[in-house]
């Protein structure tokens, strides 16, 4: 399958003790199993990190030789287009779900190296339904026979469903929750709702995280892993 291919630029500028952080987060994961293959991050609220992990993780992992693809599940309020500035038309997930476009038309190569990426496409009017229904499920039962890991991005779990939605058919989920910003209740109520979906939860990234208050984060339990520093939603 020949696929088009797009430009991401990344303004982010990593820092070694971030990128010593998503190592380790790629490792941790790939030592989750091998049966793990789609797992969907998600946090609590906009704006704590979610996507740059996403795109951190992915990226470390393609550059050990795995084949990664990246789905955008935020069909509300997407920023991948806008923040990695890619300049092409493209058509994406809401698209594809709603049947306007085929799987050949939203699979897009990156210059990142073994990265994949499908784009949310559009805002559509009825996000969870499109991603309840059965395509969605089929689409990354297509993808797991071609990519070693997919990483499906999503919406937080604060205000909307669709990550509870989408935890349903994949067989992992990591939270990402910005340090300082997130009380352990709501954190605790967020790891409910991916219970509830039975699927099994790795941990959680614990972002921006000020290495010299590391530390502040003990409250939270051993259930809480620090993976690093990230300004980005």
């Known amino acids: ?18 990128d010593e952080a ?29 996507s740059g992990t996403v795109l951190s993780l992915a990226r470390e992992m393609g550059n050990t030789g795995k084949k990664v693809l990246v789905v955008d ?6 920023s991948f287009v806008s923040r990695y500035q ?27 190296d073994n990265v994949d990426f499908i784009f949310s496409g559009p805002t559509a009017p009825n996000p969870s ?3 309840d229904d059965s395509a969605f499920a089929e689409l990354l039962g297509m993808m797991k026979l071609q990519y070693d890991y997919i990483l499906v991005d999503t ?6 469903i669709d990550a509870a939605v989408v935890a349903r058919e994949c067989d992992g989920a990591v939270m990402v929750i910005e340090s300082g910003a997130v009380s352990y209740k709501v954190a605790m ?37 620090p993976y690093g520093k990230q300004d980005e939603s």
């Open 155 to 160: 919406p937080p779990l604060s205000n909307m």
């Open 189 to 225: 109520r967020a790891k409910e709702q991916l219970e509830v979906t039975g699927c099994r939860i790795l941990g959680v990234v614990l972002n921006k995280v000020e290495i010299e208050k590391e530390k502040y984060y003990r409250h939270y339990g051993s259930y809480y892993r």
């Open 73 to 78: 599940a935020d069909i509300r309020k997407s």
């Open 22 to 50: 998503i190592k380790i987060l790629r490792t941790n994961i790939q030592f989750a199993g091998r049966n793990l293959k789609t797992i969907v991050l998600t946090s609590c609220f906009p704006n704590e990190g979610k």
């Open 129 to 131: 339904e499109l991603l």
């Open 1 to 18: 399958m020949a696929l088009q291919q797009v430009i991401m630029n990344d303004p982010k500028k990593d820092t070694y003790f971030y």
């Open 86 to 112: 890619v300049k092409k038309r493209i058509k994406g997930l809401s698209q594809y779900l709603s049947g306007q476009a085929s799987v050949e038309e939203i699979i897009y190569t990156t210059n990142f």
